[in-house]
């Protein structure tokens, strides 16, 4: 972190780029190409928006445009949604994303919210069945040549209609749905495999240095304490499923990281983590949603002012009064 | 030699390539030096001026380096022509006979007389640093060789090559100062020339310590820190009885005492991406800057020269700069230097940079949204040594180096204009008090002397009483009055 090389926000968001290459992979051998035309759409919508709103704002286009804060965005976001989600509820989300959670609130810089966080929450509520509805992940043998789908799989052994499925979450919360044991196991080996993908980017991230270990820490903390507590006395998922499972290693790395929307302290930094850890466990096994990540992080983004508030400026100086 | 454990703060300081070294002393074709005409020597255009002529008349002594011909006397600097028959023999008469009393007061009186000034960038004049040290032996001497500045290396030079004079001035500085121990610090690469120096030096006292090529090593209160002499914001190193100069520095107090020679030459780095072939080269005081960098071939200066480096620089303005006992090196920047800015993005790596572990990110908030100097003031960025070291760091290009040391000088002024203020108040108050005190004693001196027919008040109210009494009196009598 003390290299003047990586001075640029280029230079922060470039090596994020390059860690998101496994998620891709994995989630394109196992989803199929549509991965890849989500994720380009979403961050040519992305990075078109952002000119569109600059220029309306009459800030200088090709500078922002350099920095690749719009294209990371677009990136998570198109990684964060199902790939078979219509191109239309994509562009909203992107559009709402960069155009209203990021340069309403002033830009770079001044997001209160995680832009790609706040795109995914209103793609949530507004299309909630288009988003909870993933295709059913290729086993290994039969995703030699990359292609998923129905044909890769035993339909029969499957008690869902088409050739898309819930996800282990989904499972999860309501396992009175009766899907079968096999289709429970596959698909959360293949989530697993998904975070897997992105834990490995996000070590990537913190060899180089572009994030420090202190935010992944402190959600994983967060998930593992409040899972732990709540598979031990109510009967909540392990430890284990809730790391392993939708967007958990993508949020402690890719997500929470953000250093916009997270306060500056290294004790808030920490409050900070835990909360979008355990808010994201809440809101699996108690709350609507079948993942918590997006919800968790706008919750904990609205709390950053205030906890880097506390800890700066009640622990170790005088309340500013202003 | 020890070793200093690596520097938490600071940033690594990207390889230079190896600096040119240019044996040959620099004299130039003119000599400038900014002193104002009431306080020059009496002289005329045309008029010869004898090597080591005192060429000041009050405050900082300023000799002449080598015998000259009055060229022109501007109204901001002299301007002097070396003579051509000098030019390969410059100053080698002493001004001063050697000293040979070698204790504290005499030192300081010779390096007063001699106008040494410190050769590390502040130019603090030396005499008065010793000046204010405490009675009694002084716990550490710390000479000063790091010279951190990427792209520097004019100290190493010196070590290099002058390391008897070094090794004179710190014994002559160890020797009246009483100090307990000796220390150098210098970069991994000068470590040779350096313990060449200590070994030089007498009764073995001195050793070497070697910083990392971080930067700001060679900062005074980052090298107390790293010696276990860790200073808080407001203190400054002889609080904690160290006392620090720069090694070149050293080597002058060194000649001036033991040879009676006043500073003449010093070496200086001409490094930056606008010069070809970064070199070393010692040159006369009082040398134009623009004359220096035409010899090394810098021809093109459009973005400026500064003296300093990429971290830390003061801009120079070549019509009236010449090279003095704290320039230390010049810098010629590239074209285009200047860095896109963008907004803040709260990534929080200015703070854990700071080698004074100012509150950096915070301090920028609050001078942006311009709050009040007072909550700025409360997170000490006095503090600020203005080493840019969160410059280099933000991502997002913002000049922090620079609103910090805006908001210092903003501080700092503020302070002392209360002060000022708070003085002018307290004369006005007592002056007040003093009329208020007057004018009660006039009153009571009154009270009791009585008007012009010396009636006082209380005689007054005497004859008043007396008077409403009769007329109750003589109205009882008659009618009753309500």
């Known amino acids: 972190m003390t290299s003047p090389a990586q001075a640029s926000v280029t230079g922060l968001m470039l090596p994020v780029m390059l860690a998101l290459i496994p998620a891709v992979m994995v989630q394109v051998w196992l989803f ?22 600059l220029r309306w704002r009459n800030l200088p286009v090709r500078a922002a445009l350099a920095d690749g804060s719009a294209a990371v965005t677009g990136a998570l976001l198109g990684l964060a949604v199902a790939p078979q989600l219509g191109t239309l509820e994509l562009l909203v989300g992107v559009a709402f994303a960069i155009a209203v959670a990021k340069h309403c609130y002033g830009g770079l810089g001044r997001n209160l919210f995680n832009p790609a966080m706040a795109g995914y929450a209103l793609l949530i509520v507004s299309f909630p069945a288009a988003i909870a509805v993933w295709p059913v992940p290729g ?106 499972s939708g967007a958990s290693m993508a949020c402690a790395f890719f997500i929470a990281t953000d250093p916009v929307s997270a306060p500056r302290d290294k004790r808030a930094l920490l409050v900070y983590g835990m909360m979008i850890g355990a808010i994201t466990v809440l809101i699996r096994e108690y709350g609507a949603y079948p993942d918590g990540v997006a919800f968790a992080v706008l919750l904990a983004n609205s709390c950053a002012p205030l906890l880097d508030r506390a800890t700066l400026y009640l622990i170790t100086q005088p309340v500013d009064k202003s | ?121 502040a130019g603090f004049p030396a005499w008065r640093k010793l000046a204010a040290l405490p009675h009694g032996p002084m716990p550490l001497l710390l000479i000063n060789a790091v010279e951190c500045e990427p792209g520097c290396g004019a100290d190493a030079v010196l070590l290099e090559f002058e390391p008897d004079a070094v090794a004179h001035g710190m014994d002559v500085l160890a020797d009246a100062l009483q100090a307990t121990q000796v220390v150098l610090a210098c970069k991994r690469s000068a470590l040779d020339a350096a313990t060449t120096v200590t070994r030089l030096s007498s009764g073995q006292r001195a050793r070497t310590v070697v910083m990392d090529d971080r930067y700001p090593a060679g900062d005074e209160r980052v090298l107390c820190k790293q010696l276990g002499h860790s200073l808080t914001l407001k203190q400054r190193p002889v609080e904690r009885g160290v006392i620090v100069f720069n090694v070149a520095t050293v080597a002058a107090i060194g000649a001036a005492v033991c040879r009676g020679m006043v500073p003449t030459f010093r070496r200086i780095t001409v490094h930056g991406p606008g010069v070809a072939t970064p070199s ?38 070549l019509r009236e700069a010449a090279i003095g006992q704290s320039t230390t090196a010049l810098y010629v920047p590239a074209r285009h230097a200047q860095r896109a800015r963008a907004a803040c993005i709260n990534c929080g790596r200015c703070d854990p940079v700071c080698p004074q572990a100012l509150a950096v990110a915070r301090l920028y908030e609050l001078i942006e949204a311009a709050r009040p100097l007072e909550a700025v003031a409360a997170l000490d960025v006095q503090g600020c040594t203005g080493c840019g070291c969160c410059d280099a760091i933000c991502p997002s290009g913002i000049p922090l180096a620079a609103t910090l040391r805006d908001a210092r000088t903003a501080v700092l002024e503020q302070r002392a204009s209360a002060v000022s203020a708070a003085i002018a108040k307290a004369r006005s108050d007592s002056h007040v008090q003093r009329e208020r005190q007057r004018e009660a004693q006039r009153v009571s001196r009154l009270r009791q002397r009585g008007d012009s027919h010396g009636r006082t008040k209380d005689k007054v109210d005497a004859m008043l009483r007396a008077a409403r009494q009769r007329r109750n009196a003589a109205n009882d009598g008659s009618s009753h009055d309500a």
Do not use: C
């Not at chain 2, 002393?25 to 255009?45: N, S, V």
């Not at chain 2, 300093?308 to 801009?315: C, E, R, T, V």
């Open chain 1, 32 to 53: 199929g190409f549509d991965v890849i035309v989500t994720v380009l759409v979403a961050i040519t919508s992305a990075l078109v928006i952002e000119a569109l709103v």
């Open chain 2, 1 to 121: 030699m020890v070793n200093a454990s690596a520097l938490p703060q600071g940033i690594a300081v990207p390889s230079v390539p190896a600096l040119r070294h240019i044996d040959k002393r620099f004299i130039p074709a003119e000599l400038w030096f900014a002193i104002a005409p009431a306080e020059r020597i009496e002289m005329t255009p045309g008029q010869q001026i004898a090597e080591g002529t005192r060429l000041s008349l009050a405050g900082q002594p300023i000799y002449a380096p080598v015998t000259a011909v009055v060229m022109r006397l501007e109204t901001d600097k002299v301007v002097l022509k070396p003579l051509q028959t000098q030019v390969e023999a410059p100053l080698t008469t002493p001004t001063f006979a050697p000293l040979a009393e070698r204790d504290k007061d005499a030192i300081i009186s010779r390096v007063r007389a001699a106008g040494i000034t410190g050769m590390g960038g």
């Open chain 2, 280 to 317: 070393v080269v010692e040159v006369m005081l009082g040398t134009p800057a623009a004359e220096v960098l035409a010899a090394l071939g810098v021809s093109d200066y459009s973005a400026g020269v500064a003296v300093g480096g990429a971290m830390m620089s003061q801009p120079l303005n």
């Open chain 1, 139 to 244: 086993l290994l043998e039969s995703a030699v040549d990359g292609m998923v789908g129905a044909a890769g799989l035993d339909v029969d052994a499957l008690s869902i209609d088409g050739i898309s499925a819930a996800t282990p979450l989904d499972t999860a919360r309501a396992s009175a749905r009766g899907a079968s044991a096999t289709a429970h196991v596959a698909h959360t080996h293949a989530w697993m495999w998904v975070n897997a993908a992105w834990l490995v980017g996000g070590i990537g991230l913190l060899a180089h240095r572009t994030i420090t270990w202190l935010i992944p820490a402190s959600v994983v903390a967060g998930i593992v304490l409040v899972a732990g507590v709540l598979w031990a006395t109510a009967g909540g998922a392990t430890p284990w499923v809730h790391l392993s």
